[in-house]
């Protein structure tokens, strides 16, 4: 005999506590969509950070748009930031923003935090997508364009140009901005932070994290790689 609409409503739901019971328990807080303002000569706009499932669900209707690794080099340069850092960088958005995200190569990175960008130019409201991760050697930043899903006049599968309401200098000034926060954030909360941590780039060898009261980021050989990251474990239990 076939059930009627609201037996199989109960069902569902009988399912999904199934699910819920046997299913893996994630032990860390959920992302709160935490947002700061930034404000460039041109523009206004508001960053929130978004948790994996937002970010994925968003990222269906996305536009990558082409990086200027010039600007990137250029902030790598500079000592008075911390975007150099993978220590640094990781702590100030994990203290900021919550604990990294997993839109990342595992193998070739360790941590990933998108954000939704939200503004406003020429009366109409726009919104972009940013991933901060690192990727091998160094912190990328990848900037996406929000469409309608329904929108076929894009190629999704190729980078795109930067758009006249966001261009290449906007995108850069943001990023420096975003940056430049971040390192006033952390020279506060580093003064109380002491909680050891290691995390590893596999495909360089790298090993950084905090212990011992300093942030450190280290390069090794395949040998030492792996002995250091058994001993670090050991004493970071």
Not at 88 to 96: E, F, G, P, R, S
Not at 111 to 131: D, R
Not at 206 to 217: D, L
């Amino acid at each position: 005999m076939r059930k009627n609409s609201k037996e199989c409503e109960k069902n569902s739901e009988f399912i999904e506590g199934i699910i819920e019971k046997y299913s893996e328990k994630k032990l860390e807080p959920p992302i709160q969509n935490v947002s700061i303002d930034v404000e460039t000569d041109d523009n206004q706009y508001t960053i929130i950070r978004l948790n994996d499932e937002q970010f994925h669900k968003l990222s269906q209707s996305r536009l990558s748009i082409s990086d200027d690794y010039w600007h990137l080099m250029h902030l790598a340069d500079q000592e008075n930031l911390i975007y150099y850092s993978f220590p640094k960088m990781y702590v100030a958005m994990k203290l900021l923003f919550g604990e990294s995200g997993e839109h990342y190569d595992d193998w070739k990175g360790s941590f990933s935090f998108p954000f939704l960008i939200s503004f406003q130019k020429n009366g109409l409201e726009y919104e972009y997508l940013m991933n901060v991760y690192n990727f091998r050697k160094s912190i990328e930043f990848r900037v996406m364009k929000l469409i309608p899903a329904s929108e076929k006049s894009f190629d999704r599968t190729v980078e795109h140009k930067p758009f006249d309401e966001f261009p290449k200098t906007e995108i850069n000034n943001v990023i420096s901005y975003f940056v430049g926060y971040l390192t006033g954030a952390f020279e506060i909360l580093s003064l109380r932070y002491d909680t050891p941590f290691f995390k590893v780039v596999e495909s360089e060898n790298i090993i950084f994290g905090y212990k011992e009261g300093c942030f450190f980021e280290e390069y090794y050989d395949e040998d030492e790689f792996y002995d250091t990251i058994r001993q670090l474990k050991k004493r970071l239990k």
